[in-house]
Every structure is written in C-alpha cells, then in structure tokens.
Nanobody, 121 residues
Framework: QVQLVESGGGLVQAGGSLRLSCAASGSIFSIGVMGWYRQAPGKQRDMVATVTSTGSTNYADSVKGRFTISRDNAKNTVYLQMNSLNADDTAVYYC???????????????WGQGTQVTVSS
C-alpha cells in the first residue's frame, strides 16, 4: 500500500556532500522508524542511520559525525545529509520505513527501490 521514493543520489567528489530524500505515499495511517541502508557491490546491505517518529537517531560507526538523518512527519519524508563523503560511501542507498495502515497494531517493513551514490576519488 505504501510507496517509498528516494531521490538525491548522484556522483560527487570525495569530500563533497549530498542530501538524500525519501518520501512515503499511499494509504498510510502512521510511520514508525525510518532509516537509510546501503549496499556496495559484493557486500551485504547495512544500516546507515535510523530515526524514530519522535526524533531519536542511531548511526553506523562509519558515518557518525559525517551523516545526519532527519524527518518531516507532516510530509512523511526522511532525509540523509551526507558530508565529507569518501569512496567507501559509494553504494546504493535504500530507504526503509515501518508502516501502519490503520488503527490495528500491525506494522510492516517497506523498502524503497534505492538510489545510487557514487563518490569519486
């Protein structure tokens, strides 16, 4: 029922910045935790950052101090501000959201299609 659409990826030089956005749409009752995950070629998909509906954040050690996750609940959108990018940040970045569709306490995990981030060295 929900669609997650990522945007903001692209090619950037090492040391540069990008801001990713993920907008949720559809018949959504509420959204709990939202997060960003990434998958580099030949590697598993790993958590980058998460943010709860009340604003509590969690970051992978590799991005602490460089990335900032935030959300706008009114827009059902989560953002990832990425600074001081390096080649190790090159990956496909996926948005994830925990979604409720109605008043019943059932939650579902939903993924976006991903957006490519390439950092040139």
């Amino acid at each position: 029922q929900v669609q997650l659409v990522e945007s903001g990826g692209g090619l950037v030089q090492a040391g540069g910045s990008l801001r990713l956005s993920c907008a949720a749409s559809g018949s959504i009752f509420s959204i709990g935790v939202m997060g960003w995950y990434r998958q580099a070629p030949g590697k598993q998909r790993d958590m980058v950052a998460t943010v709860t509906s009340t604003g509590s954040t969690n970051y992978a050690d590799s991005v602490k101090g460089r990335f900032t996750i935030s959300r706008d609940n009114a827009k059902n959108t989560v953002y990832l501000q990425m600074n001081s990018l390096n080649a190790d940040d090159t990956a496909v970045y996926y948005c994830k959201a925990i979604v409720r569709y109605d008043i019943r306490p059932y939650e579902y995990q939903h993924w976006g299609q991903g957006t490519q981030v390439t950092v040139s060295s």
